[in-house]
């Protein structure tokens, strides 16, 4: 069964720093797909970013990227020049389609502050 | 625009009452999801549904009932059955056209079971 491990239950960061959330995974599947999720005060869930196993480059949005080490399971998100804006939960999330479902597998989330 | 719709924003049920959650979709499409989040725990999958008149159960359906009579609406029941209902609850919708298309999400609903 697929696993998505975020070992980091919260943390802080001066704005206009950078900071980096960690998300591991467990799978035997080849090709898979992972994604940040963000969740500000509003709880209104939103896409930040994702990533096709198959693909070596790392994601890139504006601000947020990602390291994806495929043989290390890891897949961590990075925010650089941090906004108070960006507070909000984040959640990993792992999909094997190939598996023959469509079953989303999110991770226990890193609650973000960012400092003024 | 189109868009989640999950209403109410806020239920309150007495303990031993069955209670229904709505959620709407505009989006046109076909998969759709629901969520329980708790404290700690992240997001677990009550059901999911990836075509009209077909669901499955995910990871914690026990006590919970869902019906997919119309591709726009994905309706989930609190049972009596459901042991701890008190929770915030999230339905999601992706199109099933691309591998990678991520979820769109409603913005919850928090059902309180007293």
């Known amino acids: 069964a697929q696993t998505v491990t975020q070992s980091q239950p919260e943390m802080s960061v001066q704005e206009a720093e950078t900071v980096t959330l960690s998300c591991t995974y467990d799978?035997?599947?080849?090709?898979?797909?992972l994604f940040w999720y963000k969740q500000p005060p509003s709880r209104q869930m939103i896409l930040v970013i994702r990533?096709?196993?198959?693909?070596?480059q790392n994601a890139t949005e504006n601000r947020f990227s990602v390291n994806f080490q495929k043989a290390a399971k890891s897949f961590s998100l990075k925010i650089s020049d941090s906004q108070l804006g960006d507070t909000a939960m984040y959640f990993c999330?792992?999909?094997?389609?190939?598996?023959?479902?469509?079953?989303?597998?999110f991770g226990t989330g890193t609650r973000l502050k960012v400092l003024a | 625009d189109g868009g989640i719709t999950q209403s109410p924003k806020y239920l309150f049920r007495k303990e031993g009452q069955n209670v229904t959650l709505s959620c709407e979709q505009n989006?046109?499409?076909?998969?759709m999801y629901w969520y329980r989040q708790d404290p700690g725990q992240g997001l677990r999958l009550i059901y999911y549904?990836?075509?009209?008149?077909?669901?499955q159960k995910g990871d914690i359906a026990e006590g919970y009932s869902v019906s997919r009579e119309k591709k726009e609406s994905f309706p989930l029941t609190v049972t009596s059955a459901q042991k701890n209902p008190t929770a915030f609850y999230l339905c999601?919708?992706?199109?099933?056209?691309?591998?990678?298309?991520?979820?769109?999400f409603g913005n919850g609903t928090r059902l309180t079971v007293t």
């Open positions: 999601a919708s992706r199109t099933t056209t691309g591998w990678d298309s991520p979820l769109h």
């Open positions: 549904s990836q075509i009209v008149n077909d669901f």
């Open positions: 990533q096709e196993a198959y693909k070596q």
């Open positions: 989006l046109n499409h076909d998969a």
């Open positions: 799978t035997s599947e080849n090709n898979y797909y």
């Open positions: 999330a792992f999909l094997a389609p190939y598996s023959g479902t469509y079953k989303y597998i």
